[in-house]
C-alpha cells in the first residue's frame, strides 16, 4: 500500500476526533502492510497529557505485537509530532514516520526540532511528508477556527 492510502485512515481518525471536540489529530500504525492500531487525540476525554494520538497507537501495537521493539513499524499521522510523541517514537524504535502537515508551533520532526539533525540518538526514523497536507492542514484549521468563534 501507499503512504496516502495509510494517511486517509489516520485522517478518518482525525475526524473522529474533531467529532468528540479533541484537537484532531488521528494516526495508524502499520506493521508489513497490515493496521495494528488507530487512535486519535484524547487528551480531553481522558485528561490525561499524554493521550496524543501517537503515545495512544504505540501503546496499542505494543499491546498487539507483545513487545516495545517497534522497529518494523510505520507510524502515520496527520499532524507533525511534538517532542513528546518524537521522543516515543525514537525509544520503540519505529522505523518510519509519515506525518501530514508541519507543526511551526510544537513540531519536532521538520518543523522547530530537526530530530535528524540531533547528533548521538540512538535511532532514527525515516521521515517523509508532507502527505495529503491540505487535508491534514483544513480539519486543524477549521477545528480551531470554530473554537476561536465560542
Known amino acids: ?3 496516502k492510502y495509510y494517511m486517509e485512515l489516520a485522517l478518518k481518525e482525525a ?19 497490515e493496521v495494528i492500531a488507530m487512535t486519535h487525540n484524547e487528551k480531553e476525554k481522558r485528561q490525561d497529557t499524554i493521550a496524543h494520538a501517537e503515545i495512544l497507537a504505540i501503546k496499542k501495537a505494543e499491546e498487539v505485537l507483545k513487545t516495545w521493539h517497534l522497529e518494523e513499524c510505520t507510524l502515520y499521522v496527520t499532524l ?7 521522543g516515543a517514537i525514537i525509544h520503540s524504535r ?21 530530530l535528524n539533525e540531533i547528533k548521538g540518538i540512538n535511532h532514527y526514523p525515516e521521515i517523509v511528508g508532507p502527505v495529503n ?10 477545528y480551531f477556527k470554530g473554537k476561536r468563534h465560542k
Open 80 to 86: 507533525e509530532p511534538c517532542m513528546m510523541c518524537t
Open 94 to 114: 519505529i522505523k518510519k514516520v509519515v506525518y501530514g502537515t508541519e507543526d511551526p508551533k510544537g513540531g519536532a520532526l521538520v518543523s522547530n526540532i530537526r
Open 1 to 3: 500500500m501507499e503512504d
Open 15 to 33: 475526524k473522529r476526533a474533531y467529532e468528540e471536540d479533541e484537537v484532531p489529530v488521528g494516526c495508524v500504525i502499520t506493521i508489513n502492510d
Open 133 to 142: 497536507k491540505e487535508e491534514c492542514s483544513a480539519i486543524l484549521k477549521d
